[in-house]
């Protein structure tokens, strides 16, 4: 069984940054798609960005690209969201997945076989 663990969430002003972290135990996932997907109150789960199982291909949502970056360290079982110009609009919970049997990029919830709790990130006005 695979657990994955969040971190790094909080409440910042709009402008600042935060870095999320999530850690997978209980098997190596280094061949494995990982992502980071959000959640704000009343709308549907959406993907922010996912990353293959090397690091060298990364997907983001339009609504972050050029501010959010993933990351990852296989060795440590360990991917990394780094936030930077946080809105207002990026309020939510940030949820960790892996896909297991993919290696390659995953963009959708349905394939991911593995969730954290979700860290809340609330960016105030």
């Known amino acids: 069984q695979v657990q994955v663990a969040e971190s790094g969430g909080g409440l910042v002003q709009a402008g600042a940054s935060l870095r999320l972290s999530c850690a997978a135990s209980g098997r190596a996932l280094s061949r494995s798609a990982m992502a980071w997907f959000r959640q704000a109150p009343g709308k549907e789960r959406e993907v922010v960005a996912a990353?293959?199982?090397?690091?060298?291909?990364?997907y983001y949502a339009d609504s972050v690209q050029g501010r959010f970056t993933i990351s990852r360290d296989n060795a440590k079982n360990t991917v990394y969201l780094q936030m930077n110009s946080l809105k207002p609009e990026d309020t939510a919970v940030y949820y960790c997945?892996?896909?297991?049997?993919?290696?390659?990029?995953?963009?959708?919830?349905?394939?991911?076989?593995?969730w954290g709790q979700g860290t809340q990130v609330t960016v105030s006005s």
């Open positions: 997945a892996v896909d297991e049997f993919t290696n390659g990029l995953s963009t959708s919830a349905a394939l991911y076989d593995y």
């Open positions: 990353i293959n199982w090397s690091g060298a291909a990364t």
